[in-house]
């Protein structure tokens, strides 16, 4: 059954239910409406799907001003001070950093290449072998890098790792940059 949705209180900038409305169950945790807590003491309400649930708690809210993310790798974040991942926090002085590069680059027959291929074979197959020059299309190449790089990090008790899939050489350097770069902080705090 398919009930109208609840009509707002006019006051309530959260657009929640009236208390009025005849679909609410005071008897259920945050008036059956879900995303809403019951109990006043925890805290201002948010929205529906934007409230913070569960024991982990998203390491990237209480950084302080004064340290400021630097850089980040994959779901890692880097301040001057600080090592913020998934797994919790640590000095970024000492800790010890890892990448491997699991991509492979292979190199074949351009797409485009084997289209004009056929595409001029086709049109001037009847022109005294004209069709036959649309076979050096064939002769384009390119270049199709897969697989990922693994960053992990560790130190005072944390291990975090990371698989940051690449599509390009480009970006499996850039990686290893931000790799470097972390490493260099990690020696001279």
């Known amino acids: ?23 609410a169950q005071p008897d259920m945790p945050s008036g059956g409406y879900p995303g809403y807590p019951s109990d006043p003491a925890a805290g201002p309400l948010v929205p ?3 409230e913070q649930t569960g024991g982990w708690h998203s390491p990237y809210a209480p950084v302080p001003e004064n340290d400021a993310v630097l850089t980040t790798i994959g779901d890692i974040a880097i301040t001057q001070t600080t090592v913020i991942t998934p797994a919790g926090r640590l000095p970024i002085k000492g800790s010890v ?12 027959i351009a797409t485009v ?6 595409v001029t074979v086709i049109l001037f197959v009847g022109l005294c072998g004209l069709g036959l ?12 890098t897969q697989g990922s790089v693994q960053v992990t990090v560790q130190g005072n008790g944390v291990y975090h790792s990371t698989m940051i899939p690449v599509h ?14 972390a490493r260099s902080l990690a020696a001279t705090n």
């Open 1 to 23: 059954m398919n009930y109208p949705p609840p009509p707002p209180d006019p006051g309530d900038p959260y657009g929640r239910p009236a208390p009025s409305d005849p679909y």
């Open 48 to 50: 529906y799907g934007k």
């Open 97 to 108: 950093w890892t990448s491997t590069d699991m991509s492979h680059t292979t190199e074949g």
């Open 113 to 118: 290449g084997i289209v004009l291929a056929v």
């Open 133 to 144: 020059l649309g076979l050096l299309f064939l002769l384009m190449k390119e270049q199709k």
């Open 168 to 181: 390009s050489p480009q970006a499996v350097s850039q990686i290893m940059q931000s790799v470097n770069y």
